[in-house]
């Protein structure tokens, strides 16, 4: 299945280049293509406390024979993934309920990684999202509003779960009330994702995941674990997320784009 606004967004943002043009860097012509996922790795994937660990067996090799394979196992939100609305919806859309366009979204980035530094359990509010508006313009309707916390420069250590003694995730995130505004005003009215560099659009403290709660409804999303972000403009580009589409899948491990225009 092709989404046509997708395939239209796309056609936009190349300009109507030439085909020697188009067939420039990645095929793209002038939008850049930067990849926001982590490598999958078993010595430096975090994993989310109580998931299935990561793991990956050579099954073939080419000596022996003559093609080289690995068996993978992990579960559906392992690394870089992005969740659908089933994964904390009873009955909500699952993965191959979805739409190609769920899956392709303009993007904006807000930067937390100072506030964040200062205070892991940190909260993104309204006003911080307003404030962000006032300097950058509205946040598109259908947006994968996405948060650069700093976190990913983490991966693969302790430090990224950051657990207390208790066992208690100290992760930055969204608080319940920006993520019903965002709702409420129509910027995730239908369609769109909270995305973030952490295991969760929710703060790792707030175990009764309201935020993944109310964001997962209609064919909305999540996009965690994401990499990257340095690269990613605040305002101005759009997300792919890719991965296989599982039969009734809470969502997938993925391989999530940025697709950059010129400046």
């Known amino acids: 299945m092709v989404s046509t606004a997708a395939a239209g967004v796309l056609g936009a943002m190349v300009g109507g280049a030439a085909p020697a043009e188009a067939a420039g860097k990645h095929g793209l012509g002038a939008l850049t293509l930067v990849n926001l996922s982590h490598v999958n790795d078993p010595a430096t994937t975090s994993v989310f406390p109580g998931d ?5 067996t050579v099954m073939t090799t080419i000596p022996q024979d003559g093609f080289y394979m690995q068996y993978v196992e992990e579960g559906e939100h392992t690394g870089t993934h992005w969740g659908a609305p089933g994964h904390f919806q009873e009955g909500g859309l699952l993965a191959d309920d979805l739409d190609p366009g769920d899956l392709f979204l303009p993007a904006v980035k807000v930067d937390i990684r100072r506030k964040a530094a200062a205070d892991p359990d940190y909260g993104v509010t309204v006003d911080d ?5 006032r300097r950058h313009g509205r946040i598109p309707s259908g947006a994968a509003v996405i948060l650069w916390t700093g976190w990913e420069d983490k991966w693969g250590t302790p430090a990224y779960p950051n657990l207390d003694n208790e066992g208690v995730i100290h992760q930055p995130g969204f608080t319940i009330e920006a993520a019903q505004w965002l709702i409420d005003t129509g910027r995730l009215a ?7 560099d952490t295991f969760s659009p929710d703060r790792g403290v707030d175990t009764d995941f309201a935020v993944s709660v109310a964001l997962y409804q209609e064919h909305r999303i999540s996009l965690e674990n994401l990499a990257n972000l340095a690269a990613l403009p605040v305002t101005g580009a759009w997300v792919l997320a890719g991965g296989p589409i599982h039969k009734a899948g809470s969502g997938s491990t993925a ?8 400046h």
Not at 52 to 56: A, G, I, Q, S, T
Not at 129 to 133: K, P, S, T, Y
Not at 255 to 262: E, L, N, Y
């Open 129 to 133: 999202l307003r404030r962000f508006e």
């Open 255 to 262: 391989t999530i784009f940025a697709f950059i225009p010129p």
């Open 190 to 196: 239908t369609r769109g994702a909270l995305g973030t």
């Open 52 to 56: 299935p660990e990561f793991r990956l």
